[in-house]
């Protein structure tokens, strides 16, 4: 689905960034947008709180 997605992009006229955000636990999710070329623009931190425990949320970017 990432290829699929990362090639639609690259045909998209105009289209320069793709954003995202993921929790910090996502440890597989987070792996798989860096092998994708993602890197971490910036951190919300406690952002969510889910039984009893406060996440994080990453927000990730790749420049086309």
């Given at each position: 689905m990432m290829d699929y997605m990362m090639e639609w992009a690259s045909t998209?006229?105009?289209l320069e960034?793709?954003?995202l955000?993921?929790?910090s636990t996502n440890?597989?999710?987070i792996s798989l947008?860096?092998?994708f070329g993602f890197i971490t623009e910036g951190r919300m931190e406690r952002h969510f709180k889910?039984?009893?425990k406060y996440i994080d949320d990453v927000a990730?970017?790749?420049f086309l």
């Open positions: 998209q006229e105009g960034k793709i954003s955000t993921v929790f440890n597989v999710a947008y860096k092998k889910i039984e009893g990730m970017a790749k």
